[in-house]
Nanobody, 119 residues
Framework: QVQLVESGGGLVQAGGSLRLSCVAS????????MGWFRQARGKEREFVAH????????YYADSVKGRFTISRNNAQNAVYLQMNSLKPEDTAVYHC????????????WGQGTQVTVSS
């Protein structure tokens, strides 16, 4: 079983930056693909970014390309999301998630951290 705990959310003005962190329990973290998703109030959850187990490949939603960067540190069981040039439409609860090697779905989810961007 893997537990994920996010931190780093908060209130920021448009154009500002935040760095989200997600720390995982469990020794298998280094083999997982890790992702970030977000859910705005009244909307469905949407994909933001994910990174493969060794960091070799990273994928981003079009809406965040060039502004957000996903990274990981397997020695610290952590994954990060650096968010720059934030916009009010980035306001959402951000969740990290883990997918086992060979799996199709993200199996493990954190409780989320709120990001609010004021205009």
């Amino acid at each position: 079983q893997v537990q994920l705990v996010e931190s780093g959310g908060g209130l920021v003005q448009a154009g500002g930056s935040l760095r989200l962190s997600c720390v995982a329990s469990g020794r298998a973290f280094s083999s997982y693909t890790m992702g970030w998703f977000r859910q705005a109030r009244g909307k469905e959850r949407e994909f933001v970014a994910h990174i493969t187990w060794n960091g070799a490949s990273r994928y981003y939603a079009d809406s965040v390309k060039g502004r957000f960067t996903i990274s990981r540190n397997n020695a610290q069981n952590a994954v990060y999301l650096q968010m720059n040039s934030l916009k009010p439409e980035d306001t959402a609860v951000y969740h990290c998630a883990g997918r086992r090697m060979g799996g199709r779905d993200f199996d493990y989810w954190g409780q989320g951290t709120q990001v609010t961007v004021s205009s």
